[in-house]
């Protein structure tokens, strides 16, 4: 495999563990706010994360190169409130989406046609992941401090959390 390309994706597999390990601790401290549809739903996110690392190292090492699996990184144990949660985590997403737009450039300098028709399928669950963070994050905008609309918000979060859990993805459900 190319050396170029192997070392980006590499990185990527950084990428995607830190994002894995960051709303697993978004999702527990959700969870210890009492906010379990948040956590529910964060937890799931945080098992896609890891199923988005997986998929890079398999097809790093199918193709001849070697994956590296890299340290835990310690994330953070307190957030301020429920809104900076998903403000960081859309800040993280838009970080993870110029690192794909990376990749994607260095395949075509490279001529790797294959890797860019794989991160393809990274592109454009980017987009969805923006898309879905900034829809949350502009509910509770709406919602400020409501408690009632908190309450909502929450049981919204764990049906969504239901539907996208990696092995019902994997079902086609
Ligand atoms: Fe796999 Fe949300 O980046």
Redesign the pocket.
Known sequence: MNARVEKALNQQVV??SS?SQFYLAMASWSETKGLNGTAKFLYTHSD??RF?MLKLVKFINERGGKAIIPEVEKPPVEFENLEHVFELLLEH?LD?TASINDLVDICLQEKDYSTHNFVQW?VS??LE?EALARTILDKLKLIGGDKGGMYMFDRDLENSAIGASPANQAQGK
Do not use: A, I, R, T
Request: overall charge negative; hydrophobic content about 10%; charged content about 60%.
């Open positions: 990428k995607e994002s896609e994360e988005h997403e993870v990274y669950e980017q992941e």
